[in-house]
């Protein structure tokens, strides 16, 4: 049973920016498990949150388009490292069920829809797919030591009749993917809360004190690093965490790792490759108490 | 008696007292409107319908017959339904080569206390006949006499 | 045939969307038919005053009413015509209301299809002939199916009454959930002081035998005669012996058995006697739990026993029990609310349904009655209660309110203040329900009294912080967000359809619905009868209801089986199949397929034929259908009648 697995892979729009190490990771690791991964051609933006609150047809036709290059690439999953991507193209397939929604889908496509492109997160892929049980036989340089909470954002999974994808309240994707890199998962009750998301730019004290309460709670919980699957999360949790630590009074440095990261340092792939240093709270200390020193060229700034 | 010109098809049930008759009744008390094309023949059980029931109403120009009744491992004489599930799924799989649409004919289960499921089969059933439109008849000059030979050989 | 047809107006119930005088006119036409009127009420008195005066007048010799359902009024009116001197099953009911002017408001299609009801029902009553009850004897013994307080009140009302009751109750005692309470609302007196000395009558009446920790195997028969198989389920102590004196639970090395009684609070022996007042007090081996059952090692119960009762080969035993009539009691369980994941499903030990902290609050429970959280002991500050978990919500499928929840989650706010004087309590809530005598007075007292905080809303997620919990939901009157610090949180949860409801009801050939609630025979007026006579319901098994409505349901079903005992015999129903022996050809099939036993072969000089046991049949009429010959015909439902209705409709 050694099927290669090959998807069409569709990056979003914050892989080229924000969260471009989440994409490096991500591509990393799949090298590093033989997930053969071919970048959708001429992909477009998914319209994020601004598309579908705006107009729901045009929003879907967005995703239909990147579904209908999938299709044309001959391939029938998708896989992307976005949640928010992932949750924009599912919602235009549930939508798409219904045959006059599609129609008007197709007409500003101005060819049929396609309906028959299966979609799925990385994150999805990697413990459906390809399984834990294989993750941890990669694993060379086991994360022992190293406390994290595993941290999903609220549409990972939800809402769980589109998103299909674990338990919509308590997730252990993450969780068991973190265990079987000998990292210690504590327990996170706030895994599936919101971190405030796009209010980041009109509402900031909304951030503040969201993603603030995920901090406080993590660092309650014994927590040594917060891993992510979402790059808003984790651009609200690392990049502002200043900004929360002034806004709140609070004192935090804890480092906020993409899970594909971790994987990747477990994996013994260098931190260059998985993009370590584009994060903004340093993690050195928190990778040095593992016995991962790292080149000193490749030490963060 | 004519159908409702236009308006209406004729389409007969069959419905066990226990189960699917109460289920009717319980649909007309909660006033779940429904098509008015159905007429309800009462009987103890589904397993008191004889398929030849079936297959005399639709020779005689019924255009859809439907048969209801309780749920399996429901039945209030505890097996009947199982004998109705017999005879009548037969029934369906032969009505093709007696050269009748399997469409003008089901069988269903609902319970006394599923009156808008029963809405449902309802509504949905006739529009299926509705669809089908009126079944052929048996016409011209020797009519009576085919009628005649084919209720005897029933 | 001289029919007579009486078309009901109902007021405006069928009139206001059927003609009701032009259905009289066309049904005038019909064969048979002599008279034909419209009425105003036909089953009121003088409504059926017409009936008999139009047989009279007329020498009337059937007659059809056109009104509501026969379910409703076929009995009314088979007595209206046997009054003027006709058999009653000289009679056609056709249903106008439930099945034409309840469900469409299209006058004229409406009135058409009214005629051709009365037309089918008009020739069905051409083929209709006489027919008449035979007398059979009944059994005066009665079977009641589960010990909670329902089941109870039913078996000592119909002891005292006089018969002879079998109840049977699945645990090892009776009580039902009431012997789990605490206290009770609204006059918050003790549980287990009112239900006690009515558990001690039940074990005392001479007239009752109870089977404890038994299920219902198996049930054949009729009203009047039905026949039970009772599985009394292995103890492994000979409960003649047992003395209940307890000294094998002070012994029992395995304490880690499931308490059941303390519902998972706390942990008990595995050989063990549910509680004090346990009714019959007798111990019971949980064989999970039993090192000698797992192991064969240990023994030590048998050793320190002064009776001599403890019995490790004991299997499951089987009576077969003779009953008349059968009432179900079988109550309620507690909903599954694990699948709430935001408030945990089940992940936080403090996080405990009502039932729990009911036993938390009694003095006979595994705290003695102190308020402990279950994680570490510790007395509770802030007590927060969750409504409607598992009720009225229809994302989990329950949709239903339960009913009692608002009343027990005051009771339970009041007692927690009592506990715990310094306490907070806050509940969170969706409505008040509260509609009984003195119930809401009851939750006003919690709120003004004993200070509750009642926050209309939902709880949104429960998760820990520190060692409390964080309680997040929504307060509707006030229009925020609300988190309360929780010291412990306490789940209202519904109630569910007790476990194996729907198994046993395909046992009693009673009808269940969609969540495995009994179905009444009438929801106004048969509200403890079912479809299958003689069997009846009380209590929870019907739908939750609190214990005023449960006791009354239980008294009600008991008078029910009183009234049907009063008679020595009961007039059997004439709808049976009946063989023409001429045409029979004594093939046997009908034998084979009687679902009843109801057919037997006879000798009929010399050849094979087969017969009905009228007082058996049950009237199902599969043998009709079975039968190859169209020997035997369904009595009231012959080939005949069927098909004439078919012709009424369907004619070239």
Redesign the interface.
């Known amino acids: 049973m050694s099927v290669s697995l090959t998807y069409a892979y569709y990056p979003g729009c914050s892989s080229t920016g924000t969260s471009i190490e989440y994409d490096m990771s991500s591509r990393a690791i799949c090298a590093a498990l033989d997930i053969t991964l071919t970048d959708v051609p001429n992909w477009s933006c998914c319209g994020s949150t601004p598309a579908h609150t705006v107009d729901h047809t045009l929003s879907s036709a967005l995703s239909a388009r990147n579904l209908c290059q999938v299709a044309s690439m001959g391939l029938t999953a998708a896989v992307t490292p976005c949640p928010s991507c992932l949750s924009n193209l599912k919602t235009a397939q549930h939508r798409m069920k219904n045959d006059s929604f599609r129609e008007k889908v197709s007409k500003l496509l101005d060819k049929p829809a396609d309906i028959t492109v299966e979609t799925k997160s990385v994150l999805q892929i990697l413990v459906e797919d390809y399984g834990i049980e294989k993750i941890k036989a990669k694993v060379t340089k086991p994360l022992t030591g190293l406390i994290v909470a595993a941290y999903y954002g609220c549409i990972m999974n939800r809402p769980a009749e589109i998103m299909n994808f674990d338990d919509r309240e308590h997730p252990m994707a993450m969780d068991n993917i973190m265990t079987a890199l000998g990292a210690t998962v504590v327990p996170f009750p706030l895994k599936v809360e919101c971190c405030g998301a796009s209010f980041g730019i009109p509402r900031k004290d909304v951030v503040m004190r969201l993603s603030g309460k995920l901090l406080d709670t993590a660092k309650e919980m014994g927590a040594m690093a917060l891993v992510t699957a979402c790059p808003l999360c984790q651009m609200n949790l690392d990049m502002r965490q200043e900004q929360i630590n002034s806004a709140n009074g609070s004192k935090h440095h804890m480092p906020i790792f993409y899970f594909t990261q971790l994987m990747g340092l477990a994996f013994g792939l260098s931190e260059k490759e998985l993009g370590i240093d584009k994060l903004c709270v340093n993690p050195r200390s928190v990778i040095n108490a593992l016995g991962m020193e790292g080149d000193s060229k490749e030490k963060s700034q | 008696m004519p159908v409702l010109k236009g308006k209406e098809l004729r389409i007969v049930g069959f419905l066990c007292n226990w189960c699917s008759y109460g289920g009717a009744d319980t649909a007309g008390v909660g006033r779940f409107n429904q098509p008015t094309d159905l007429r309800i023949i009462r009987v103890p059980c589904s397993g008191r319908i004889d398929p030849l029931f079936i297959m005399k109403t639709l020779l005689n120009g019924a255009d859809g017959v439907l048969v209801s009744g309780c749920h399996p491992r429901d039945c209030h004489y505890a097996e009947g339904n199982f004998y109705a599930r017999r005879r009548l799924e037969v029934l369906h799989r032969f009505l093709p080569i007696l050269g009748i649409e399997p469409g003008r004919f089901e069988y269903t289960w609902v319970s006394a206390s599923e009156g808008q499921r029963w809405q449902q089969v309802v509504t949905r059933f006739t529009e299926q006949i509705h669809k089908l439109g009126p079944a052929p008849k048996i016409a011209g000059p020797a009519a009576s006499e085919t009628l005649r030979q084919m209720e005897a050989a029933l | 045939m001289k029919i007579g047809v009486f078309v009901c107006h109902c007021g405006s119930n069928i009139e206001g969307t059927v003609d009701t005088a032009a259905v009289a006119a066309a049904a005038r036409e019909f064969p048979g038919v002599a008279f034909a009127t419209d009425t105003m009420y036909t089953c009121s008195e003088p409504g059926q005053e017409e009936i008999v005066n139009a047989i009279k007048e007329h020498q009337l010799d059937g007659v059809v009413v056109a009104s509501c359902?026969?379910?409703m009024h076929e009995q009314t009116f088979r007595r209206t015509v046997e009054r003027a001197g006709l058999n009653r099953y000289l009679f056609e009911m056709a249903?106008i209301?439930?099945?034409?002017s309840?469900?469409?408001?299209?006058r004229?299609?409406?009135t058409?299809?009214a005629?051709?009801?009365v037309?089918?029902a008009a020739s069905k009553l051409l083929h209709n002939r006489p027919l008449l009850s035979k007398q059979f004897d009944i059994n005066k013994r009665v079977l009641i199916i589960g010990g909670g307080v329902a089941g109870i009140q039913a078996a000592l009302d119909c002891a005292e009454g006089g018969l002879e009751v079998i109840l049977v109750e699945k645990t090892t005692t009776i009580g039902g959930k009431m012997a789990k309470l605490d206290k009770t609302f609204p006059t918050v007196d003790c549980s287990c002081c009112i239900l006690g000395p009515r558990m001690v009558d039940v074990a005392q009446h001479p007239n009752i035998t109870l089977y404890a920790y038994s299920e219902i195997e198996e049930v054949s028969g009729y009203v009047g005669n039905f026949e039970v198989k009772v599985k009394k389920k292995a103890t492994y102590v000979d409960w003649d012996k047992c003395t209940g004196c307890g000294i094998c639970m002070t012994k029992c090395p395995s304490k880690k058995a499931t308490d059941f009684f303390n519902e998972g609070i706390g942990k008990t022996t595995a050989i063990n006697i549910p509680f004090p007042q346990a009714i019959p007090k007798k111990a019971k081996i949980d064989a999970n739990f039993c090192m000698k059952l797992q192991k064969g090692k240990c023994g030590i119960c048998a050793k320190v026993c002064p009776s001599g009762c403890i019995d490790f080969t004991q299997q499951d035993e089987f009576v077969t029990e003779k009953v008349g009539a059968i009432v179900a009691a079988t109550g309620f369980d507690l909903f599954d609310w694990t699948v709430y994941?935001?408030y945990g499903?089940g992940?936080y030990p403090d996080v405990i349904t009502s039932l729990q902290y009911e036993r938390m609050l009694s003095a006979s429970g595994p705290t003695g009655g102190h308020i402990k959280r279950p994680s570490d002991g510790k007395e509770p500050k802030n007590v927060v209660f969750i409504q409607c978990v598992g009720s009225r919500d229809k994302s989990v499928g329950r949709p239903y309110c339960t009913g009692f929840c608002c009343m027990y989650t005051a009771k339970q706010a009041i007692l927690t203040k009592d506990h715990l004087p310094e306490a907070q309590t806050y509940v969170f809530y969706m409505d008040i329900r509260a509609t009984g005598k003195n119930y809401d007075e009851f939750t006003r007292r919690a709120m003004e009294e004993y200070n509750a905080k009642y926050i209309r809303g939902r709880v949104s997620?429960i998760?820990?912080?520190?060692d409390s919990l964080l309680v997040r939901g929504a307060d509707t009157l006030m229009g925020t967000q609300v988190e309360v610090d929780a010291d412990l949180v306490v789940l209202a949860v519904g109630a569910d359809s007790s476990a194996g409801a729907a198994g046993l009801?395909?046992k009693l050939?009673i009808?269940?619905?969609?969540y495995g609630f009994y179905?009444e025979g009438h929801p106004k007026l048969k509200p403890v009868e079912t479809?299958?006579a003689g069997v009846y319901l009380a209590g929870c098994c019907q739908g939750p209801k609190d214990i005023p409505s449960s006791v009354a349901q239980g008294s009600a079903a008991a008078s029910k089986v009183l009234g049907l005992f009063s008679k020595d015999k009961l007039a059997s129903d004439p709808?049976v199949s009946v063989v023409d022996i001429k045409r029979c050809i004594g093939c046997g099939k009908c034998i084979k397929?009687c679902?009843?036993g109801a057919i037997k072969e006879i000798d009929f000089r010399g050849m094979k034929k087969a017969e009905v046991i009228e007082t058996v049949c049950?009237?199902?009429?599969?043998c009709?259908?079975?039968c190859p010959q169209g020997a035997a015909q369904?009595q009231h439902?012959t080939?005949n009648q069927?098909?004439s209705?078919?012709?009424?409709?369907?004619?070239?």
């Open positions: 359902t026969p379910r249903n209301r439930e099945h034409v309840w469900i469409g408001k299209d004229e299609a409406n058409n299809k005629t051709e009801l037309r089918m994941g935001e499903g992940r997620m998760y820990p912080k520190g009801a395909e050939r009808s269940y619905d969609s179905m479809n299958t709808q397929t679902p009843f049950q009237g199902c009429g599969i009709t259908s079975t369904l439902f080939d069927i098909l209705e078919v012709n009424a409709l369907c004619q070239f």
